[in-house]
């Protein structure tokens, strides 16, 4: 089976313009789970998917927002971009979501903010 | 809320020696752990993941974890390192009904030759 895939890879951005990152995850898994890593933050969670509803949600400001599609594929938007947003941001999928669950994660797409 | 401590943000082994990585949590009922190992500009890759099954798990490369409850801990071991083991390491919770990882900071693992 395929892996979890992101794209783009990498992407520059200036203040104030808006990114869209997109993750596909491995086929058959439902859930989709977004996360940033930054040097200072480390690895935190952002928001997770099931069945095209968001079912639980970090404590990121309202800028950030993501959706999934009907095919489990799943994007992220952020909006008025900060110096701050510059990081990795990782994708993980897993079956159903269970606590329990492996999540899978993708490359990464890594986000410069100029 | 529960959280992960890892002790150590470096350690430096030489290859051929032991590798113990440490993981602390807090949280008064076993939570679900995990190790996931980081290669530089890539994804994380699950290590090994404790569920109650066992107390002792062994995961991929060689490595394993033990889940001590009394000690809250789920240190990651190896008994000798290889120069490909160098990578950074994260300790993870899930909590119950979270659907969420809670990620320690990170150990980054230098293997010296």
């Known amino acids: 089976k395929a892996g979890v895939t992101q794209t783009p890879r990498y992407l520059i951005k200036t203040r104030g313009q808006q990114v869209t990152l997109s993750c596909s995850p491995i086929s058959g898994h439902r859930s989709v789970s977004w996360y940033q890593q930054t040097p200072g933050q480390g690895l935190q969670f952002l928001f997770e998917?099931?069945?095209?509803?968001?079912?639980n949600k970090g404590n990121f400001p309202g800028r950030f927002s993501g959706r999934q599609f009907s095919n489990s594929r799943s994007e992220m938007n952020v909006s008025t971009l900060e110096l701050g947003d510059s990081a990795l941001y990782l994708c993980a999928s897993s079956l159903t979501g269970g606590d329990q669950e492996t999540q899978y994660f993708g490359p990464g797409t890594r986000l410069l903010v100029l | 809320a529960q959280s992960v401590t890892q002790l150590g943000s470096h350690v430096s082994v030489s290859e051929g020696a032991l590798v113990l990585l440490r993981c602390n949590y807090s949280?008064?009922?076993?939570?679900?752990l995990f190790w996931y190992v980081q290669y530089p500009n890539q994804g994380l890759q699950l290590l090994l993941k404790y569920t109650s099954a066992a107390t002792l798990v062994k995961g991929i490369n060689g490595f394993e974890a033990e889940f001590k409850k009394s000690e809250t801990s789920f240190h990651l071991t190896k008994p000798s390192a290889h120069m490909s083991d160098a990578a950074e390491y994260f300790c993870a919770v899930s909590p119950a009904g979270r659907r969420a990882l809670t990620f320690g900071s990170g150990t980054r693992l230098q293997v010296q030759p």
């Open positions: 998917y099931f069945s095209e509803t968001q079912r």
């Open positions: 949280s008064s009922v076993p939570p679900y």
